[in-house]
């Protein structure tokens, strides 16, 4: 339902039949003709791309089509080495949701934004923590080479041992100048499976690959048929907000720009914590937070090599924090002072304001006095302020801040001046 499939009125489970030692009993149970879904597609959310690649883009906007995802058991892990394979079976026979896109990426830099993308919707549903390193997410890329203008794809051409995102974009550059190389040659490329090497940078051949029909597909006689009416319903309120869906949302109710939407948005904890320090003041401006978060909040964590999960502020910290630079009582340079201390201790911002010092002058006869003796030292200002000079004014807020030590509310200080000179 997140990807927009179908589910057929009724699924059934099949037997695929083969001979290899990762399956000792030499059937899978697996789904053919009737898999729990059918078509859907991944949209491909720009931020989703390689950083270096999300500024020339070839097809914004785009959604990867799937043909269908199904469930079957999992089978032994299969490592391979110089002369000789280890086959570990604790995973054999537990439970593997496959989804199979269509012939429908047409780069690298696209197979890395949809296993990006896919990943995202997978943790908003609940569905896996779809971590490639952990092996919750595993990958094979099928890779076909055609010439240009032709319809028809070329041998399929299978990459396994795929151990992450980036491993998977150096695969597939590889594989296309390998087969694009052969094919120049007029060599005649032959449908197989290949075993990436990521110390070596290259593929190598493993084994010519089965077509479906040699798998001898028949109903596994002790299963029986599914109706699925009644899952369906059960499912469809349990779908949540996707990552476009809330990145739209961002946009419309709290002012953020579509980039700072897609970063917000492209962690499920980044965005409820987001939302909770919104939710902790709705006086002070989503947009506000929304700038801290990730300009201040995001780099603290970057170089403490930790992630929002561990982050050590609470949300209704923050918002508290940007409450009181919105209400002028301390000034921005003052507020990032405070908010990494607050990283680092564990401290509010109120506790950190009054043991600095920071506390802003807002008695308004306190600082009209300070304004009346700087705008009688200077005569020739007040004279720029009146010929439309903004800067001048601006001139006159920093010399009142510097009389007061930092401590004068420049919002007040900047008030005073424009009704004392320009009335």
Known sequence: MMLGCETPPIVKWDRKNYFYPDMPKNYQITQFDLPLCIGGGVPLYDLAYPKDAQKSIANPGKVVKLTRIHL???VAKSTHHDKFTTIDFNRAG????????????????EAFAYLTSLRQILIYGGVSDADMEKGNL???????????????????????????????????????????????????LIQSTRRWDDDRGETSLMRTKEDAHDYRYLPDPDLIPLRTADIVARMRPLVPELPHEKR?????????????????ASEKELATWYEAAVAANTAVPAKKIANWVINDLLG????????????????????ALVAVVED??????????VFAEMFASGKSAAEIIKAKGFEQVSDTGALEVIVDQILAANPEKVAEVKSGNEKAMNWFTGQAMRASQGKANPKIVTDIVRKKVLG
Do not use: H, W
Not at 162 to 178: F, P
Not at 300 to 319: F, N, R
Not at 328 to 337: D, P, V, Y
């Open 72 to 74: 079957e058991e999992d």
């Open 94 to 109: 537990t439970p593997l949701m496959e989804i199979v896109s269509d012939p429908d990426i047409d780069s690298a830099e």
């Open 138 to 188: 595993r990958c094979d890329v099928n890779i076909s080479l055609r010439p240009e203008g032709q319809t028809e794809l070329g041998s399929k051409i299978e990459l396994k041992n795929l151990n992450s995102m980036s491993a998977v974009r150096r695969a597939i550059k590889y594989e296309i100048e390998r087969q694009t190389e052969a094919l120049n040659k007029g060599e005649k």
């Open 248 to 264: 739209a949302r961002f946009e419309k109710d709290y002012g953020c720009s579509a980039y700072d939407a897609g970063v917000l």
């Open 300 to 319: 603290i964590l970057k170089d403490s090599e930790g992630g929002i999960s561990t982050c050590p502020l609470k949300p209704e910290a923050l918002s």
């Open 328 to 337: 002028g009582k301390i000034s921005n340079t003052q507020a990032k002072e």
